[in-house]
């Protein structure tokens, strides 16, 4: 990715670790989920794959370990997860939620 959106993403993790550890002790989860590629109707992913095929499938091969793109639903799972009583265990935690992104 640019440089730009790399810096936001690895201050976005930084934010969560840092800021969810300090609310841990007061019983607050601050967590984030890192989602990978996204496959959806009308979505960009969707677009590429009718306009230039061949990047699409390049994409996959050079970044998808597990061969295709996600799904909403797929993301989904995990949110509801971390919203969750379950969750109360990951505080600070950036979890990648990405097939696998190489």
Not at 1 to 9: E, F, L, M, R, T
Not at 30 to 44: D, K, N, R, T, W
Not at 68 to 93: D, H, N, Q
């Amino acid at each position: 990715g640019s440089p730009q959106y790399c810096a936001s993403k690895a201050y976005v993790n930084a934010y969560i670790t840092t800021v969810g550890r300090y609310l841990a002790n007061k019983g607050i989860v601050l967590s984030s989920i890192m989602p990978g590629a996204v496959e959806f109707s009308g979505g960009y992913w969707d677009e590429i794959k009718k306009i230039n095929p061949e990047k699409y499938y390049e994409f996959l091969k050079e970044h998808q370990a597990i061969n295709r793109m996600g799904k909403p639903e797929e993301i989904a799972a995990f949110v509801l997860f971390m919203s969750s009583k379950y969750s109360s265990f990951a505080p600070a935690t950036n979890i990648p939620v990405d097939g696998g992104n190489m």
